[in-house]
Nanobody, 124 residues
Framework: QVRLVESGGGSVQPGGSLRLSCEVS????????RGWFRQAPGKEREAVAA????????FYADSAKGRFTIYHANARDKVYLQMNRLNAEDTAMYYC?????????????????WGQGTQVTVSS
């Protein structure tokens, strides 16, 4: 089984930064797509960013472009989301996910395994 554990969430003021981490363990063979998603209260879960473990090419939702950076460390199969210039609209539970892809990289259908989430709150 594949297990994902997120960390790094917290409270930050508008304009601040946070770095989320996700450690992936278990048999990940065939599931080399890593993604970050988020869900705000009363809203559906949405994609934030994605990357394949064997690629240096990230993919971003429009809301993340220019502010967030996703990157992967192969040595320990950790995926990170560096978030800068945060604003109140970024407040959400952030989830890490892994899967085989086969859909658009930002489509939830391409992910089989999900973490429990880490809360990000942006407030003054």
């Amino acid at each position: 089984q594949v297990r994902l554990v997120e960390s790094g969430g917290g409270s930050v003021q508008p304009g601040g930064s946070l770095r989320l981490s996700c450690e992936v363990s278990g048999n990940t063979y065939g599931n080399n797509l890593r993604g970050w998603f988020r869900q705000a209260p009363g809203k559906e879960r949405e994609a934030v960013a994605a990357i394949y473990t064997d690629s240096d090419s990230p993919f971003y939702a429009d809301s993340a472009k220019g502010r967030f950076t996703i990157y992967h460390a192969n040595a320990r199969d950790k995926v990170y989301l560096q978030m800068n210039r945060l604003n109140a609209e970024d407040t959400a539970m952030y989830y890490c996910a892994a899967g085989p892809g086969g859909w658009h990289v930002l489509a939830q259908e391409g992910y089989k395994f999900w973490g429990q989430g880490t809360q990000v709150t942006v407030s003054s």
